[in-house]
């Protein structure tokens, strides 16, 4: 193998392994953002549900 090639996959290596970490940062990210928003949206989610059942009683 060339050096050039050596080269070219030392890089491709490194740049997949840069890759992984980006998505476990990304994961990571997602996860956090989603465990705080989680109890704002099932509280919305209730919400939306108790005006749409009043609204029918209503009718």
């Known amino acids: 193998m060339t050096e050039k090639q050596i080269a070219a996959r030392k890089l491709a290596s490194d740049y997949s392994r840069y890759l ?3 998505e476990e940062l990304v994961e990571r990210i997602i996860d ?3 465990r705080e928003l ?6 919305l ?3 939306k549900v108790k005006e749409r059942m009043n609204y029918l009683q209503h009718q």
């Not at 989680?38 to 509280?43: A, D, F, G, L």
């Open 20 to 22: 992984l970490k980006q």
């Open 38 to 43: 989680s109890p704002y949206i099932e509280k």
């Open 45 to 47: 989610i209730d919400q």
């Open 32 to 34: 956090r953002k989603w």
